[in-house]
């Protein structure tokens, strides 16, 4: 009898470029190889010799793997030493216990509340798993495992579609009508229950998980096409005389800096001067977006460079709601009808180059997108391109009638 044990990355190859992919523990018995799941999702760049690396819970990780792996070596030396038969399953229970289908102790709800911490993914994606427990805890019909059916699920979705996003003191008072939750925000909450699921399938505490049976009923609704700021808009950003070093004027620069870089909120504050090289006409880099590890790449135009010149090349810390509190007060100043927010930048950054004839595939590798139908939400905005090439086909068709009017002339 040979057994070896070790532990492999995303195994299936069902992990996208630069995706995160699971860890699972490989037990080669005779020839024949048996995995066991350990929930422990990572990109392979964040799994190096056998060691989770550069994650700020990579310490967490690494602890919680070592004690599935002790647990199936402990298992597979009982196996050894008492000269049982080898049983892929047996071993499998007795690493996740119990399934918790009916124990009272560690209801449903609870155990995506303790889980949401130990994803793994950024404070943005945190915030739409936080709304879920409260969604679910609301709708009271899935609490425990054993709620956890097709039934279940779809009534939850009926449910979604009568709730309405709470009304502040002020305007209940106006008497504006609260508005119902919006396809796409009904659709991040099934989003975001089925990756709780499939980490609990992982787990070993479901038998399966109801959303594959629901393969397309969900869907996301059409997404409204992206706001953007026009050049004349832009440019009134510099034309602001605003107190030096003050909130306003911080977050005017900053929403310069990413207009002209095309970063996210998140990776512009992770900005560092150090990653860019000079190559003797502008600073360069390809950097790694934070949100979901896809490569991008960057160039520091002039209205960024003197940004970053007027803050010694640090870009300014300041938190995104102060941030967006400062834009809108921004807007209010400068009579703007299109709301800013951060994102907005990133918007108007993608509009502005595609319609300086930048290529469309050029745009989404600047944006870090992981494929070019994210970007093409920005092309459909505005028809100028299309509106060029009817006027160069149009110029052709003038071009090719002239001889022809003069020979008329002629005669």
Same mark, same amino acid.
């Given at each position: 009898?040979?057994?070896?044990t070790?532990i ?25 190889y048996?995995?066991i799941?350990?929930?422990?999702k ?16 990579a310490?967490?990780l ?6 599935l792996y ?10 050894v030493?008492d000269?049982e ?8 229970a ?13 209801p449903?709800?609870?155990?995506c509340?303790?889980q ?19 969604r ?16 279940n699920?779809?009534n ?9 996003k709470?009304?502040?003191?002020v ?5 504006v009508?609260?508005?119902?939750l ?13 990756? /709780? ?8 505490? &479901?038998? =399966?998980?109801? +959303? #594959? $049976?629901?393969?397309?009923?969900f ?11 026009s ?12 107190p ?9 620069d ?8 095309g ?5 512009m ?8 090289k000079?190559d ?15 490569p991008?790449v ?8 003197k940004? /970053?010149e007027?803050?010694?090349w640090?870009?300014?810390? &300041?938190? =995104?709601?102060? +941030? #967006? $509190? ?23 950054f ?16 600047m944006?870090?997108h ?24 149009a ?17």
């Amino acid at each position: 009898m040979k057994i070896l044990t070790n532990i492999v990355w995303d195994y299936k190859g069902r992990a996208e470029k630069h995706g995160e992919g699971q860890l699972d523990i490989r037990i080669r018995f005779n020839g024949k190889y048996y995995h066991i799941g350990t929930g422990i999702k990572v990109r392979k760049a964040e799994y190096v010799a056998g060691k989770i690396v550069n994650r700020p819970d990579a310490s967490v990780l690494n602890d919680r793997l070592a004690i599935l792996y002790s647990k199936v070596c402990a298992c597979v030396d009982a196996c050894v030493r008492d000269g049982e038969d080898f049983n892929i399953e047996a071993i499998k229970a007795s690493i996740w216990s119990v399934k918790e289908t009916n124990s009272k102790e560690a209801p449903f709800i609870e155990w995506c509340e303790a889980q949401i911490p130990l994803l793994g993914v950024s404070g943005g994606t945190v915030n739409h798993y936080n709304p879920l427990v409260v969604r679910l805890t609301e709708f009271g019909r899935i609490k425990n495992w054993q709620d956890l059916t097709v039934e279940n699920i779809c009534n939850f979705d009926a449910w979604l579609h009568t709730v309405t996003k709470p009304l502040s003191d002020v305007k209940r008072k106006t008497g504006v009508q609260p508005e119902k939750l919006s396809d796409g925000g009904i659709y991040n909450y099934h989003k975001c229950l089925r990756a /709780l699921l499939n980490r609990a399938l992982s787990f070993g505490k &479901i038998e =399966n998980n109801p +959303y #594959n $049976r629901l393969k397309g009923k969900f869907k996301r609704g059409d997404k409204p096409l992206p706001d953007y700021l026009s050049e004349e808009e832009m440019a009134m950003f510099d034309q602001l005389i605003l107190p030096k070093g003050s909130p306003i004027d911080v977050a005017r620069d900053l929403f310069i800096f990413q207009m002209f870089t095309g970063l996210s909120y998140s990776d512009m504050q992770a900005f560092d001067a150090s990653d860019y090289k000079w190559d003797g006409s502008a600073w360069k880099n390809v950097g790694e977006r934070i949100k979901t590890g896809v490569p991008y790449v960057s160039y520091l135009l002039p209205p960024v460079v003197k940004v /970053l010149e007027k803050y010694n090349w640090e870009i300014p810390q &300041i938190s =995104n709601a102060d +941030y #967006n $509190r400062q834009l809108k007060a921004l807007q209010t100043m400068m009579g703007i009808k299109t709301k800013l927010h951060s994102h907005l930048a990133r918007h108007t950054f993608a509009t502005f180059m595609l319609d300086k004839g930048v290529p469309i595939e050029h745009v989404s590798k600047m944006l870090g997108h992981t494929n070019i139908t994210q970007t093409q939400r920005y092309a459909k905005v505005k028809p100028k391109a299309i509106y060029d090439d009817f006027d160069r086909v149009a110029g052709m068709m003038t071009k090719a009638t002239e001889p022809t009017k003069k020979r008329k002339n002629k005669q």
